[in-house]
């Protein structure tokens, strides 16, 4: 089994709500990824938690907050966004960090800022 | 330089054919390479991983890895409409958490 689950599969957000996206995966992998994807673009990194602890950020703005709850959970906290924020955002695990590991992504959240 | 270059097409090839999608990655230390297939509006899909030079075939689908070329390569045969979709190129090295992807081709089947 090679799940990852997202929630909600559709947000629509002012840009003073405060919201979160939920990732979930349970096949025991320990590094878990935040992408954004922009229309017609490829996923481009945002966060990277391995073992629980954020490894990479990819200089991301502070109105994204990622969170990591336990091995098994990732949550992004959303506040104060801008309307080009709007984007898929996609959720991925691997089983490991360094090493021949693939990456498997869930279904996504589309984002709409208005 | 990009870490992972691939053309964006747009590739059209008859139903029946063979698609050829082709990808290059700038960095000899790179180890594991990955083909994913995205349809419009969905999340990547995971149809091939290799991590040796040569052929890794699965079913319709071929991986082609040459490391001294640093080239990378996905074959389909008999390809179907249904194979119309955006084919993503991965590259992962051997220290580190990040997944490098290509910019994607676009494929068309053409019935």
């Known amino acids: 089994d090679t799940e990852v689950t997202q929630t909600p599969k559709h947000l629509v957000m002012g840009m003073t709500n405060k919201k979160s996206l939920k990732c979930e995966q349970h096949?025991?992998?320990?590094?878990m990824y935040w992408y954004k994807q922009k229309a017609k673009k490829p996923p481009e990194l945002m966060f990277v938690?391995?073992?629980?602890?954020?490894?990479i950020n990819e200089s991301v703005p502070s109105r994204f907050s990622p969170e990591c709850p336990n091995s098994s959970l990732l949550n992004l906290h959303l506040h104060a966004l801008q309307p080009e924020d709007s984007a898929l955002y996609l959720c991925?695990?691997?089983?490991?960090?360094?090493?021949?590991?693939?990456?498997?992504f869930g279904p996504g959240t589309r984002l709409t800022v208005t | 330089q990009k870490e992972v270059e691939q053309n964006s097409g747009p590739l059209s090839v008859p139903e029946g054919a063979i698609a050829s999608l082709n990808c290059t990655y700038s960095?000899?230390?790179?180890?594991?390479f990955f083909w994913y297939r995205q349809y419009s509006g969905k999340s990547p899909e995971l149809i091939m991983f290799?991590?040796?030079?040569g052929d890794k075939e699965d079913g319709r689908f071929t991986a082609q890895l040459n490391k001294a070329s640093q080239y990378v390569s996905l074959l389909i045969r008999d390809s179907q409409p249904s194979d119309s979709a955006t084919y993503l190129c991965?590259?992962?090295?051997?220290?580190?958490?990040?997944?490098?992807f290509g910019t994607g081709t676009s494929l068309t089947v053409i019935p």
């Open positions: 991925a695990s691997s089983q490991g960090l360094a090493g021949l590991f693939a990456q498997y």
């Open positions: 096949m025991g992998h320990r590094a």
């Open positions: 938690y391995s073992y629980e602890k954020l490894s």
């Open positions: 960095d000899r230390g790179s180890q594991s």
């Open positions: 290799i991590y040796s030079n």
């Open positions: 991965a590259v992962k090295r051997n220290t580190g958490n990040q997944f490098y």
